[in-house]
DNA sequence: TAAATAGTGTCTCTTAGACAATATGGC
DNA sequence: GCCATATTGTCTAAGAGACACTATTTA
């Protein structure tokens, strides 16, 4: 039966990877759009996004570290592997398979030029199924922070203390309690003091600057029971 | 540049679905393996899966559903999508996509003939990349297990609290306090007692037999601050 | 020295674990 | 009634939050 299906070229289809490239400026979370120049939905903001290579990457992975470096001239930020997306439906050009990740970065300073950074919460409707896409990342995002390290890969080395509870309680939507933060960051011990170095920032007592510890730096940290927030 | 890889064709690839069909028996989770019936691999154990059928299949879970059903005769278990394996070596046949998933069932009576459980700590070496398949649904489930009620999807219905927290500890492969389990599964209102149904199960008091409630049959439910185990 | 934020000490409150007490069915 | 396990009550201990206090800088 089927024998008109078995040739293996007709399981072949269309394979892509997307990147929700994610990063926190003026305390939002917001997602690095490109304009497309090529059909389908020329012009529109998306994803950046491209074909698996199957004569150059040895995985998805290195698909999407290569659709990030050329994308968005970025080089190995935080990326993890978000989910798979598929069906005849989201990409006109037919039945399809995307393998979607996301990446973290420190808020960069000057973005590429036709870069464009939006909140995640107030995105336009995306084309393909990206708007799907973006929310999952978000999701998963948000709710790693609550109990891992993650967040420390929106920040720039080094970073105070005082930054780095901003940006949890920004990612998390409330406040958190300053002195447990510091009671978990320090149990955690992945970050460790730079020496001397302190940064000063107005009227009032500089605040010391942190590292990442070498051993931590490509490895996620569970904080025991969350955040608690 | 590239010109001569721009046919949409030379984009097309394998896609196949995996499934790590998971049950516990003898205290032990144990995966669910077929014996392979052709090439590659004829006639070693390996996971279901198939070919995603782009004229069918509405999705890879379409596709999942379709050789969960096929393949073990079950109908829309517990199933999540796991991850997505790639690359150019894993499949003899070339450069593949896998869409894997891992569904939950409760230890069915009789196998369907052909199908073997292993424990999933005691695996033989597997095709393709299926141990590292097994071995990341192994580790989501026995996390997931952690903080949400997963694994009450491992239950058959009604069941007792003494049983659901002997298969909590078996999964987290550690005693859990039972006062402060009561309390969890009390706190998550997600189960009913069945009125006046006890499971009696020799010379002492029965217990009292359990249900889901019908909103929370397709949903995990989180536990706060997790069960601490 | 006043203002402002960094950082610490300590008390309280919540929640998990220990353990003891009670309940109930089979024998 | 005795045994074994189910179920509940209550005390204890660990950890999170509140709050007050000290530290350190610039103006």
Not at 4 to 29: A, F, M, P, W, Y
Not at 32 to 54: C, I
Not at 89 to 112: I, K, M, N
Request: glycine share 8%.
């Amino acid at each position: 039966m089927n024998s008109s299906k078995n040739s293996s070229n007709d399981h072949r289809l269309i394979c892509t990877v997307d990147i929700v490239l994610l990063t926190l400026r003026e305390g939002q979370l917001q997602v690095m759009l490109l304009k497309r120049d090529r059909e389908p939905f020329d012009g529109a903001l998306a994803l950046p996004g491209g074909y698996v290579h199957t004569d150059e990457d040895q995985g998805c992975e290195d698909a999407a570290q290569r659709v990030l470096l050329q994308k968005a001239g970025l080089q190995s930020p935080y990326l993890e592997q978000l989910a798979s997306f598929s069906g005849p439906a989201r990409d006109p050009r037919g039945w399809s398979v995307s393998v979607a990740y996301f990446a973290l970065v420190a808020a960069p300073e000057h973005g590429q030029p036709g870069q464009h950074w939006l909140p995640v919460d107030r995105l336009p409707q995306l084309p393909f199924d990206h708007g799907r896409i973006v929310a999952m990342a978000v999701e998963r995002v948000r709710n790693k922070s609550q109990y891992s390290s993650l967040p420390v890969y929106l920040c720039t080395e080094p970073f105070t203390l005082p930054e780095l509870h901003a940006i949890y309680a920004a990612l998390l939507g409330e406040a958190i309690n300053p002195v447990s933060f510091r009671r978990k960051m320090d149990e955690l011990g992945m970050l460790e003091p730079v020496p001397g170095a302190k940064r000063a920032d107005g009227a009032h007592r500089p605040a010391q600057l942190y590292r990442l510890k070498d051993e931590y730096r490509r490895t996620l940290r569970l904080v025991g029971r969350g955040l608690n927030a």
